[in-house]
Nanobody, 115 residues
Framework: VQVVESGGGLVQAGGSLRLSCTAS??????MGWYRQAPGKQRELVAT???????NYADPVKGRFTISRENAKNTMYLQMNSLKPEDTAVYYC????????????WGQGTQLTVSS
C-alpha cells in the first residue's frame, strides 16, 4: 500500500490551495485529512467515505471541502479562506474495507499560511 500527498506550499492568508492524495494497493473505505502543527498533536481535518459522506472539524467547516474519485483512489482537500492557524503538516489517511481494517498514512505535505 502506498499513500502519497501533494499540493502543499506557501500561501497568503485569505488564499486557496488544493491538496491531493492518491492511495494504491488496496480498496479503501474511509479516507481523511489530518494535520499537525508544531508542538501540537495531530488532529482531524475532514473525512470522506467511499459513498461520499463527509465529516469536518469545526475550525475548517465552511472553508474546506473534501472530495474523492473512487475510481482513482484519489482524495482532495480544497482549502479556501486560509488562515495562519491552518499552518501545519497535512497527512492523508486511508482505511481499508472489511472486518480487519487497516489504516495507512502518507508522509505529509507542508502548508504554510503567511499573515
Amino acid at each position: 500500500v502506498q499513500v502519497v500527498e501533494s499540493g502543499g506550499g506557501l500561501v497568503q492568508a485569505g488564499g486557496s490551495l488544493r491538496l491531493s492524495c492518491t492511495a494504491s494497493g488496496n480498496i479503501f473505505s474511509t479516507m481523511g485529512w489530518y494535520r499537525q502543527a508544531p508542538g501540537k498533536q495531530r488532529e482531524l481535518v475532514a473525512t470522506i467515505t467511499s459513498s461520499g459522506s463527509t465529516n469536518y472539524a469545526d475550525p475548517v467547516k465552511g472553508r474546506f471541502t473534501i472530495s474523492r474519485e473512487n475510481a482513482k483512489n484519489t482524495m482532495y482537500l480544497q482549502m479556501n479562506s486560509l488562515k495562519p492557524e491552518d499552518t501545519a503538516v497535512y497527512y492523508c489517511n486511508a482505511k481499508t474495507s472489511g472486518s480487519a481494517s487497516y489504516s495507512y498514512w502518507g508522509q505529509g505535505t507542508q502548508l504554510t499560511v503567511s499573515s
